[in-house]
């Protein structure tokens, strides 16, 4: 395990708020390695501007642009080896990673999760769209959880979570709002541990 500072490439789609709190708690020391990529599927995502405000290096993926998939995949994991990346944080990245980056980026991938899984994960199972089905179901708990990514949408080895309570009164957008703040505190604390060695990594 290394124990200088870990080059870490961001996958966003939007916002970015996530990568925010990465980037910050980076700059204070909270978490343990540089954001030195951020990559995003969409070249209007916002997350970008936050990129290029902190002076960090962007790519846009778009697979379209490619002639094949095997390129499009190709070109990505060149990219990555190019600046060095040790670690693969996916906040908020609405496709799945291709097969190749996750097999050599095997147990150094985490994603956040707006919800307690394995609950309320899965294919088509992002933003509000969690929210509201955390309500419907009358969950009296939520809150992010940090996992490994493997080939399947929200499937890999759970890191860390953070339980909140629900309220009667909370409509998709509170319950949004109250766990968005626990994901910027979980994000890099998960990570950095990640990066430290400190969790025993039992699936695969
Ligand atoms: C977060 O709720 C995260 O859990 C989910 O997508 C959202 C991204 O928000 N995967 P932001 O772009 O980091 O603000």
Same mark, same amino acid.
Do not use: W
């Given at each position: 395990? +290394?124990?200088?500072?870990?080059?870490?490439? *961001?996958?966003?789609?939007?916002?970015?708020?996530?990568?925010?709190?990465?980037?910050?708690?980076?700059?204070?020391?909270?978490?343990?390695?540089? &954001?030195?990529?951020? &990559?995003?599927? #969409?070249?209007?995502?916002?997350?970008? #501007?936050?990129?290029?405000?902190? !002076?960090?290096?962007?790519? *846009?993926?778009?697979? /379209?642009?490619?002639?094949?998939?095997? @390129?499009?995949?190709?070109?990505?994991? #060149?990219?990555?080896?190019?600046?060095? &990346?040790?670690?693969?944080?996916?906040?908020?990245?609405?496709?799945?990673?291709?097969?190749?980056?996750?097999? @050599?980026?095997?147990?150094?991938?985490?994603?956040?999760? $707006?919800a307690l899984? $394995? +609950?309320f994960?899965?294919?088509?199972?992002?933003?509000?769209?969690?929210h509201e089905a955390v309500l419907e179901a009358g969950e009296t708990e939520s809150g992010?959880? *940090? =996992?490994?990514?493997?080939?399947?949408?929200?499937?890999?080895?759970?890191?860390? !979570?953070?339980k909140i309570p629900v309220s009667g009164n909370d409509t998709p957008?509170t319950l949004a709002?109250r766990v968005?703040?626990? @994901? =910027?505190?979980?994000?890099?604390?998960?990570?950095?541990?990640?990066? #430290?060695? /400190?969790?025993?990594?039992?699936?695969?």
């Amino acid at each position: 395990m +290394k124990t200088e500072r870990a080059n870490i490439a *961001v996958f966003i789609s939007g916002s970015g708020s996530n990568l925010q709190a990465l980037i910050d708690n980076s700059k204070s020391g909270k978490l343990s390695g540089d &954001i030195v990529l951020v &990559i995003s599927n #969409k070249s209007k995502a916002f997350g970008l #501007k936050r990129a290029q405000d902190a !002076q960090i290096d962007t790519f *846009v993926f778009k697979k /379209k642009n490619y002639n094949s998939e095997s @390129e499009a995949s190709e070109d990505l994991l #060149k990219k990555l080896t190019e600046r060095n &990346i040790d670690y693969i944080a996916t906040a908020g990245y609405l496709q799945l990673l291709p097969v190749n980056v996750v097999q @050599e980026y095997k147990n150094r991938i985490v994603n956040i999760h $707006p919800a307690l899984l $394995p +609950k309320f994960g899965g294919k088509g199972m992002y933003g509000e769209h969690v929210h509201e089905a955390v309500l419907e179901a009358g969950e009296t708990e939520s809150g992010p959880t *940090v =996992h490994l990514v493997d080939e399947i949408y929200d499937n890999g080895q759970i890191l860390e !979570q953070i339980k909140i309570p629900v309220s009667g009164n909370d409509t998709p957008e509170t319950l949004a709002e109250r766990v968005l703040e626990q @994901e =910027h505190i979980l994000f890099s604390l998960a990570l950095d541990k990640l990066i #430290k060695g /400190k969790y025993e990594i039992t699936h695969g």
